[in-house]
């Protein structure tokens, strides 16, 4: 019996010495699981994806700015007389200040402050303070020093985004659709009205104004047969009738619609969903994850593609309600079936050019310099959704696919998604160029 529980217990000593280490979670991997709790009040909220984007720039910008007063990482460059009107940041870096969990505390209470159900972050706050006195093994001197000073920081930043024109969007008049031919009119089912037409009027964190980048002329309106214009719409229409299994995965891939509208009969329910910015944000993260990146250099990339997207929507939304062209819906059921409706819900703005188009050919652009070129990774961004994950061998392949993911689903024309395209690489090198992205 006694040799039966010595051998019992050497094997259990055996088994315990074979057994995996515990794993530790990385710096980047502990930023990309903070920003994901941002991403989940936004698709609670069914935040748009004009307003995902700026709330993703100015919290990843509070993480930037922290990293960057208390450490000056290499790589970091300083946003004053960069950004436009961005506030003075004085004093000098405190050793009290514990910057991993500044930078992480600061992300967290920009959210809180920022997003209309941000109050719901404060639970994981409190909790990365609990983390920081267990885990981090800090001080409450050092947790209160922290705290104190991200509180600072956050309040500036804070009253700099009150001052970027977006609170007095909603002070101005609605947008009234206008009834001539060629012109955006709303889409079924919901048939919305005009989402952010006033977008533009914000202040751009880099660009010298949201027309500063227009795209190409579009195709001039044409309702006669065979011509350019028609021609485009016919290619919509032809498209979407004989999509294949590998288009439709694309195109559903793509949709990143913060709020589908299904009906059933008599019934209408919502399906939340991540914006377009949201999905580009994960697959940020999935690429730090991926090259093991240090928290500086993480933070740095997200803030990076966050100010991107911000400025890119602007810019896009500049010609939108500039140009104000129909949907490829509203002509085809005029014009070539009246039944005919698109595989994605046709999202209620103006078509031209395609926001999927400029603002992933812009973030691409940027994530291409930032990783120093083509980096081959796998997108599960969409797996919670239901949707099966993707695998690249560059940026720039899936910003391309994410644009004609427009076309298979039957929401923008062809001219839309190759200018589109153009005007946020346009975007996209300007970012670099200015912000000595290397």
């Given at each position: 019996?006694?040799?039966?529980l010595?051998?019992?217990?050497?094997?259990?000593?055996?088994?315990?010495l074979?057994?995996?280490?515990?794993?530790?979670?990385?710096?980047?991997?502990?930023?990309?699981?903070?920003l994901?709790?941002?991403?989940d009040?936004?698709v609670?909220?069914v935040t748009?994806p004009?307003?995902?984007?700026?709330?993703y720039?100015?919290?990843?910008?509070a993480?930037?700015?922290?990293?960057?007063?208390?450490k000056r990482p290499?790589?970091?460059?300083?946003?004053?007389?960069?950004?436009r009107?961005?506030?003075?940041?004085?004093?000098?870096p405190?050793?009290?200040?514990d910057?991993?969990f500044?930078?992480?505390y600061?992300?967290?209470?920009?959210?809180e402050?920022?997003?209309?159900?941000?109050y719901?972050?404060?639970?994981d706050r409190l909790?990365?303070?609990?983390?920081?006195?267990?885990?981090?093994r800090?001080?409450d001197a050092?947790?209160?020093?922290?705290r104190?000073?991200?509180?600072?920081?956050?309040?500036?930043?804070?009253?700099y985004?009150a001052?970027?024109?977006?609170i007095?969007t909603?002070?101005?008049?609605?947008f009234t659709p206008?009834?001539?031919?060629?012109?955006?009119?709303?889409t079924?089912?919901?048939?919305?009205e005009?989402y952010?037409?006033?977008?533009?009027?914000?202040r751009?964190f880099l660009?010298d104004?949201?027309?500063?980048f227009?795209?190409?002329?579009?195709?001039?309106?044409?309702e006669k047969?065979?011509?350019?214009?028609?021609?485009?719409a016919?290619?919509?229409y032809d498209?979407?009738?004989?999509l294949?299994?590998?288009?439709?995965?694309?195109?559903n891939?793509?949709?990143?619609n913060?709020?589908?509208l299904?009906?059933?009969?008599?019934?209408?329910?919502g399906?939340k969903k991540?914006?377009?910015?949201g999905?580009?944000?994960g697959?940020?993260?999935i690429?730090?994850?991926?090259?093991n990146?240090s928290?500086?250099?993480?933070?740095r990339?997200h803030?990076?593609?966050?100010?991107?997207?911000?400025?890119?929507?602007?810019s896009?939304w500049?010609?939108?309600?500039?140009?104000n062209?129909?949907?490829p819906?509203?002509?085809?059921?005029q014009?070539?079936?009246?039944?005919?409706?698109p595989?994605l819900q046709t999202p209620?703005?103006?078509?031209y050019?395609?926001?999927?188009?400029?603002?992933?050919a812009?973030?691409a652009t940027?994530?291409?310099t930032?990783a120093g070129?083509p980096?081959?990774y796998?997108d599960?961004?969409?797996?919670?959704f239901?949707?099966?994950?993707?695998?690249?061998?560059s940026?720039e392949?899936?910003a391309s696919e994410a644009?004609?993911?427009?076309?298979?689903?039957?929401?923008?024309?062809?001219?839309s998604?190759?200018?589109?395209?153009?005007q946020?690489?346009?975007?996209g090198?300007?970012?670099i160029?200015?912000?000595?992205?290397?």
């Amino acid at each position: 019996m006694k040799k039966r529980l010595l051998f019992l217990l050497l094997l259990a000593c055996s088994l315990t010495l074979r057994a995996e280490p515990p794993v530790v979670e990385t710096e980047a991997a502990a930023y990309a699981k903070t920003l994901k709790k941002l991403t989940d009040v936004m698709v609670n909220d069914v935040t748009g994806p004009c307003a995902s984007a700026r709330y993703y720039a100015y919290a990843n910008l509070a993480a930037y700015e922290l990293l960057y007063q208390q450490k000056r990482p290499a790589n970091y460059v300083p946003f004053g007389g960069l950004l436009r009107s961005y506030p003075a940041f004085t004093g000098q870096p405190d050793a009290q200040i514990d910057a991993r969990f500044g930078s992480l505390y600061a992300l967290l209470r920009m959210g809180e402050d920022l997003l209309p159900s941000g109050y719901t972050l404060e639970k994981d706050r409190l909790a990365l303070v609990k983390e920081a006195k267990n885990r981090f093994r800090l001080t409450d001197a050092r947790i209160q020093a922290t705290r104190a000073y991200a509180d600072t920081l956050v309040k500036k930043l804070v009253r700099y985004a009150a001052q970027d024109g977006y609170i007095k969007t909603s002070g101005y008049l609605r947008f009234t659709p206008t009834n001539e031919p060629g012109y955006w009119q709303p889409t079924p089912p919901a048939y919305s009205e005009a989402y952010e037409p006033h977008w533009p009027r914000l202040r751009p964190f880099l660009l010298d104004s949201a027309s500063q980048f227009r795209p190409l002329p579009m195709v001039k309106y044409d309702e006669k047969t065979g011509s350019p214009f028609f021609q485009l719409a016919k290619e919509v229409y032809d498209t979407t009738r004989a999509l294949t299994d590998q288009q439709r995965h694309i195109a559903n891939f793509w949709d990143c619609n913060p709020f589908f509208l299904n009906q059933k009969g008599h019934v209408s329910f919502g399906t939340k969903k991540i914006t377009p910015g949201g999905h580009w944000m994960g697959i940020t993260s999935i690429v730090c994850l991926q090259r093991n990146l240090s928290l500086a250099e993480t933070v740095r990339w997200h803030t990076l593609v966050g100010l991107t997207m911000a400025d890119a929507f602007i810019s896009c939304w500049e010609e939108k309600y500039h140009s104000n062209r129909i949907r490829p819906e509203t002509f085809i059921n005029q014009h070539l079936d009246r039944d005919w409706r698109p595989m994605l819900q046709t999202p209620p703005f103006p078509e031209y050019t395609s926001g999927h188009s400029v603002m992933s050919a812009a973030i691409a652009t940027v994530l291409t310099t930032l990783a120093g070129g083509p980096v081959t990774y796998t997108d599960t961004v969409e797996l919670e959704f239901g949707i099966p994950a993707r695998s690249f061998r560059s940026f720039e392949q899936a910003a391309s696919e994410a644009a004609v993911s427009r076309l298979y689903g039957g929401i923008h024309f062809r001219d839309s998604i190759e200018n589109g395209v153009a005007q946020g690489k346009q975007i996209g090198r300007f970012f670099i160029q200015k912000m000595k992205i290397k």
